[in-house]
T-cell receptor, first 111, second 112 residues
């Protein structure tokens, strides 16, 4: 079974609104990463948060990590139509070299 | 140009045939990964490699073979393709295990 599960599976919002995606995972991790995938393309790294960090910002992105709940959230503020994509969380399990992805959230931003 | 390239971009093959997907990176990254992407499953790790001549199984390795004789190349072979291996395959690399991955643009494989 996969390490990460994103919620919701799909999200539709209007431009200017905020989008929040959640990721839950099963085992202890070294870090958690968020990636974006445009249709038909490879994934692009967005942000990495280490297990000893609780919050991280990058531009319009804000990521939180709660290791006690084994969960993370990705907030995209003031969304744009160009943010339309699928978003995935990925985790490196402690004592392994495996980067395991979740099932993703499909975000649609309407102009 | 520096980067990670996959070939072919599209491949159609018949059940039972052997097919090899190629992956080449120019950064001399230590780590390389193969994932498959299917609707409803996200990305699943097939195999990965921490360095030349070091490979290990991921979540779904059955039916696949990998090798890594050179740091820059990480081919994935389906020894006897099955319809269930129809998927989009992504190769990725990183310099360290806790560093971000760089992805290729994928190979769309159809097994008929």
């Amino acid at each position: 079974s996969q390490q990460g599960e994103e919620d919701p599976q799909a999200l539709s919002i209007q431009e200017g609104e905020n989008a929040t995606m959640n990721c839950s995972y099963k085992t202890s991790i070294n870090n958690l990463q968020w990636y974006r995938q445009n249709s038909g393309r490879g994934l692009v790294h967005l942000i990495l948060i280490r297990s000893n960090e609780r919050e991280k910002h990058s531009g319009r992105l804000r990521v939180t990590l709660d290791t006690s709940k084994k969960s993370s959230s990705l907030l995209i503020t003031a969304s744009r139509a160009a943010d339309t994509a699928s978003y995935f969380c990925a985790t490196v399990q402690i004592n392994t070299d495996k980067l395991i992805f979740g099932t993703g959230t499909r975000l649609q931003v309407f102009p | 140009d520096a980067g990670i390239t996959q070939s072919p971009r599209y491949k159609i093959t018949e059940t039972g045939r052997q097919v090899t997907l190629m992956c080449h990176q120019t950064w001399s990254h230590s780590y390389m990964f193969w994932y498959r992407q299917d609707l409803g499953h996200g990305l699943r790790l097939i195999y990965y490699s921490a360095a030349a001549d070091i490979t290990d199984k991921g979540e779904v390795p059955d039916g696949y073979v990998v090798s890594r004789s050179k740091t820059e190349n990480f081919p994935l072979t389906l020894e006897s393709a099955t319809r269930s291996q129809t998927s989009v395959y992504f190769c990725a690399s990183s310099d360290q295990i806790n560093s971000p991955l760089h992805f290729g643009n994928g190979t769309r494989l159809t097994v008929t």
